[in-house]
């Protein structure tokens, strides 16, 4: 197991050196509606910057699922909608392609927030996570499981990095690492035995696939190392299935 983590690791780290940057050029295009907002970040909730007005050439940087970021001649940046730019126009007058909420598009996205059940060393295993894009196939990435067994309980904090291959597939196949901390609680009542915290490790192999514009279902299995206060080391297997929401 701790080959296998060290393989991954390798691996993972050359992975992030050669992970290729956005290197697509910025698009003019020319606004043809009354105005157009532009919004401080990739959202409605994000206030309204500035307002450019029709006949105003911008240019379009990079897209982030369904939002825009634009840039002005005098440097102004900010967030649009893509419905706010379907009627623009290049500046020779031809029609501007925009990609929908696509594979594509989908990649370019930041945070992830999602949900997952599953079993954890022969015990229920419920878990909240979150995760960053550092590109657009690397991830930094949390999470926080409640475990429920027949003999203990107990929880488990990790964090770690997954890369993702193809991510503009419809189901992409993900590797990761990481590390963190196992409690476990002992129900015995007759034997006065108490909890135990060690740390832990991890090596990750999963499938992550597209349901709607929004969320995917993912499903992932982990191999553990426990290093415990004893001599000997213990190995535990998860696997998990659950839902994320990404923005």
């Known amino acids: 197991m701790l080959r296998t983590l060290t393989a991954l690791c390798l691996l993972l780290g050359t992975l992030a050196v ?19 907002d532009l919004r401080t970040g990739p959202g409605r909730g994000f206030p309204i910057a500035i307002s450019v007005e029709r006949g105003v050439t ?12 634009v840039r002005t001649a ?10 706010q730019l379907e009627n623009t126009l290049t500046p020779e007058g031809g029609a501007v392609h925009l990609a929908g909420p696509k594979p594509d598009a989908r990649i ?27 590109t657009d196939t690397l991830l930094v990435r949390a999470d926080a499981s409640q475990l429920l ?52 490790a991890y090596g990750s192999l999963g499938l992550r696939g597209y349901l709607t514009d929004r969320f995917l279902l993912q499903a992932e299995y982990r191999s553990f190392v426990v290093f415990t206060s004893r001599d000997d080391n213990e190995e535990n297997d998860e696997w998990t299935v659950g839902f994320t929401y990404f923005f």
């Open 74 to 83: 005098r440097g102004q940046r900010g967030w649009v909608h893509r419905s």
């Open 108 to 134: 370019a996205h930041k945070w992830e927030a999602g949900v997952a059940i599953g079993e954890f060393g022969g015990a229920n295993v419920v878990s909240v996570n979150g995760a960053y894009a550092l």
């Open 18 to 36: 050669v992970a290729p940057a956005d290197a697509r050029a910025p698009i003019e295009v020319v606004v043809k509606d009354p105005y157009v």
């Open 149 to 200: 067994g027949n003999s203990s309980n107990g929880w488990l904090g990790t964090v770690g990095i997954a890369h993702v291959f193809m991510p503009q597939w419809p189901v992409a196949p993900v590797i990761g690492i990481g590390a963190g901390v196992l409690n476990v609680q002992p129900k015995a009542t007759l034997v006065n035995t108490k909890d135990r915290t060690d740390t832990t």
């Open 58 to 69: 911008i240019e379009l940087v990079r897209q982030r699922t369904d939002w825009i970021e």
